[in-house]
């Protein structure tokens, strides 16, 4: 099973910086990583898929970086709706998530 | 744009099988080259994805859940469901159906919580 983790768990940040999350696997998982933003009581929402790809209707103030086993997620400056948990996840073998790292308010 | 709605009993009895159902609009399960997938997130903490069907029935599962878990599909429904059985309280989570393609799951249902107690 590839493992992922992230970190930090919890990034404080004001409305207006900028947001580096991190993740890495256990093993490569070539480009084949995905992003994850959920907010309380809704389900996760595709941001950012094969590294570095943004999803569907998703802001260019996320991207997404890495291959191999070390990925970053970036939101270049945060606005009042991103805070939120970011999660990580692999597509070898089958899918897994990472731990998830919240991103709240300073 | 394709819409999921997940639909089951909210209270499980420990020991018997969950069952829920994931019903597809504003698209045909059989069009596109996707997986139906379902992922769990207990209160509080991470997701963790179950298993997926193809249209063709094909399926894989979670390592750690495969002996307890049956997904099946019913086109003619455009619908696909999820058997988990000998059920007990480390169950209890919030259910999300999702599509997927090549691995990422970019649609996803509300999610239902099933609780299993007696």
């Known amino acids: 099973e590839i493992v992922l983790t992230q970190s930090p768990a919890t990034l404080s940040l004001s409305p207006g910086e900028r947001a580096t999350l991190s993740c890495r696997a256990s093993q490569s998982v070539s480009s084949y990583l995905a992003w994850y933003q959920q907010k309380p009581g809704q389900a996760p929402r595709l941001l950012i898929y094969?590294?570095?790809n943004r999803a569907t209707g998703i802001p260019a103030r996320f991207s997404g970086s890495g291959s191999g086993t070390d990925f970053t997620l970036t939101i270049s400056s945060l606005e009042p709706e991103d805070f939120a948990v970011y999660y990580c996840?692999?597509?070898?073998?089958?899918?897994?998530f990472g731990p998830g790292t919240k991103v709240d308010i300073k | 744009q394709v819409q999921l709605q997940e639909s089951g009993p909210g209270l499980v009895k420990p020991s018997q099988t969950l069952s829920l159902t994931c019903t597809v609009s504003g698209g045909s399960i059989s069009s596109g080259s996707y997986y139906w997938s379902w992922i769990r997130q207990p209160a509080g903490k991470g997701l963790e994805w179950i298993g997926r069907?193809?249209?063709?029935?094909?399926?894989n599962y979670n390592p750690s859940l495969k002996s307890r878990v049956t997904i099946s599909v019913d086109t003619s429904k455009n619908q696909f469901s999820l058997k988990l059985s000998s059920v007990t309280a480390a169950d209890t989570a919030v259910y999300y159906c999702?599509?997927?393609?090549?691995?990422?799951?970019?649609?996803w249902g509300q999610g239902t919580l099933v609780t299993v107690s007696s």
């Open positions: 996840q692999q597509r070898s073998n089958w899918p897994t």
């Open positions: 094969d590294a570095s």
């Open positions: 999702a599509r997927e393609r090549r691995g990422f799951l970019g649609y």
């Open positions: 069907i193809y249209t063709s029935g094909s399926t």
